[in-house]
């Protein structure tokens, strides 16, 4: 069992950054990942990143490359989504999830891959 928890969101300008935090515990594997997903209102889920817990494996959505960066602190045991030059559109609440990606070539863009969710962090961007 694992369990997540997101923190960091909140109301910010067009062109603001913010630091997401996904607090990981329970039993972990080098094999899981964790991802980050998003979802606007009356829209699906989104992948946005996503990093391999034992090799740092990262992947990242095409629409976020050179904006957003995932990374793992070791010593804290959470995994960091930094978001950079932030507009209107990202608008979202933004979600880590944790999944076994053994199966997978890359850390896992779609959500099926993911068992574990956290509750989710509100994040507005105002124009």
């Known amino acids: 069992q694992v369990q997540l928890v997101e923190s960091g969101g909140g109301l910010v300008k067009s062109g603001d950054s913010l630091r997401l935090s996904c607090a990981v515990s329970g039993r972990m594997y080098a094999r899981y990942a964790i991802g980050w997903f998003q979802q606007a209102p009356g829209k699906e889920r989104e992948f946005v990143a996503a990093?391999?817990?034992?090799?740092?494996?990262?992947n990242s959505a095409d629409s976020v490359k050179g904006r957003f960066n995932i990374w793992r602190d070791n010593a804290k045991d959470t995994v960091y989504l930094q978001l950079n030059d932030l507009k209107p559109e990202d608008t979202a609440v933004y979600h880590c999830?944790?999944?076994?990606?053994?199966?997978?070539?890359?850390?896992?863009?779609?959500?099926?891959?993911?068992?574990?969710w956290g509750q989710g962090t509100q994040v507005t961007v105002s124009s």
């Open positions: 990093i391999r817990w034992g090799t740092r494996m990262i």
């Open positions: 999830a944790a999944g076994d990606d053994q199966y997978y070539a890359f850390p896992p863009s779609t959500s099926e891959a993911y068992i574990y």
